[in-house]
């Protein structure tokens, strides 16, 4: 069955620390991935999105990403952490013409 | 900038209740789309909508159904409410008929507790 994967459910760092949460689909085809993020008490919104071209994406605040088509798997990566980064994040992969699977949530908490 | 709104943040209802959440968008968007959030579960996709009165089943369509008369709107009904819908429910829409490629912006969500 297609799924999308977060294996970190809850991450903790401190501020100025480098970050990466994983992700990994099951898709053999051709597939349209995106990083969402949840800041507390506010829409989910779009943080990045990978659909063809240079596999290394970057986003707003920061972020990048990289889709590892070996691997079927789009990390999300920071280099230095602020405690304005603590929400939850989603990844989300459109594989083939199905609509939006997202996976389960990282909830990341920076502490000052 | 896309405004996604939903008529409710907060509502309790009792089981049985027959339950209607609504939806619209300002950005004349062919695409829109009702999920659940749940800890630990991420999004489930319920319904969505490609057109006017066009919808489709997501992953999880059980004792929910949909509307969309007009293409700002789409509304997600729960025909008799029960315990195990108590989530938060996300509406969101994106652009590009019976494409899915586009961003998919959000709405806040509404938060329904079922008694």
């Known amino acids: 069955a297609q799924s999308v994967s977060q294996h970190n459910h809850h991450v903790i760092l401190s501020e100025a620390a480098s970050l990466e949460l994983g992700c990994n689909y099951s898709?053999?085809?051709?597939?349209?991935l995106f990083w969402y993020v949840q800041y507390p008490g506010q829409h989910l919104q779009l943080l990045l999105k990978?659909?063809?071209?240079?596999?290394l994406v970057k986003g707003i605040k920061g972020f990048e990403a990289e889709f590892i088509k070996s691997k079927f798997s789009f990390n999300l990566r920071k280099p230095s952490v602020q405690w304005s980064d603590t929400a939850e994040y989603f990844c989300a992969v459109i594989m083939g013409r199905r609509a939006l699977t997202f996976g389960s949530g990282t909830r990341l908490q920076v502490q000052p | 900038d896309v405004k996604v709104t939903q008529s409710s943040r907060y509502l309790v209802k009792r089981t049985g209740e027959k339950v209607f959440l609504e939806c619209v968008q300002d950005?004349?968007?062919?695409?829109m789309f009702w999920y659940r959030q749940d800890p630990g579960l991420g999004l489930r996709l319920i319904y969505f909508?490609?057109?006017?009165?066009?919808?489709e089943k997501g992953d999880i369509p059980e004792g929910y159904s949909v509307s969309r008369e007009k293409k700002e709107r789409f509304s997600l009904i729960l025909e008799s409410a029960s315990t195990n819908q108590t989530s938060m429910y996300l509406c969101?829409?994106?652009?590009?008929?019976?494409?899915?490629?586009?961003?998919?912006?959000f709405g806040p969500g509404t938060r329904l507790t079922v008694l």
């Open positions: 898709y053999g085809g051709t597939v349209n």
């Open positions: 969101a829409s994106s652009s590009g008929q019976r494409t899915f490629t586009d961003t998919q912006y």
């Open positions: 990978y659909f063809s071209g240079d596999p």
């Open positions: 950005m004349d968007h062919e695409n």
């Open positions: 909508s490609y057109d006017v009165k066009m919808k």
